[in-house]
């Protein structure tokens, strides 16, 4: 089944970058767009942060972090990543990757990112 396990977060000072790993399992990832979506401190929605399309010709992001914020992937290794620079403490989330469309119904763990000095 479906698996998706995001890591790489972490505790980082205002300016500072952080790239953001999610291994896929259990679909044919090189079929999938990507996303990037992050939930923020007392906030009941997740925010979409970043697409990708299947084949990595494509990329959207939410206007709070274009220009600051990459989503690359690989399909040799089934792992898309979030390249995150010039971060804000506005950036503290838990972010969470999930296909596109969405897999309904599932979320994998997500990872703790803390921008503060």
């Known amino acids: 089944q479906v698996q998706l396990v995001e890591s790489g977060g972490g505790w980082v000072q205002p300016g500072g970058s952080l790239r953001l790993s999610c291994a896929a399992s259990?679909?044919?990832?090189?079929?999938?767009?990507m996303t990037w979506y992050r939930q923020a401190p007392g906030r009941k929605e997740r925010e979409l942060v970043a697409t990708i399309t299947s084949a990595g010709g494509g990329t959207n992001y939410a206007d709070s972090v274009k220009g600051r914020f990459t989503i690359p992937r690989d399909n040799a290794k089934n792992t898309v990543y979030l390249q995150m620079n010039s971060l804000k403490p506005e950036d503290t989330a838990v972010y969470y990757c999930n296909a596109l469309p969405r897999f309904r119904g599932y979320w994998g763990q997500g990872t703790q990112v803390t921008v503060s000095s």
């Open positions: 259990g679909f044919t990832f090189s079929n999938y767009g």
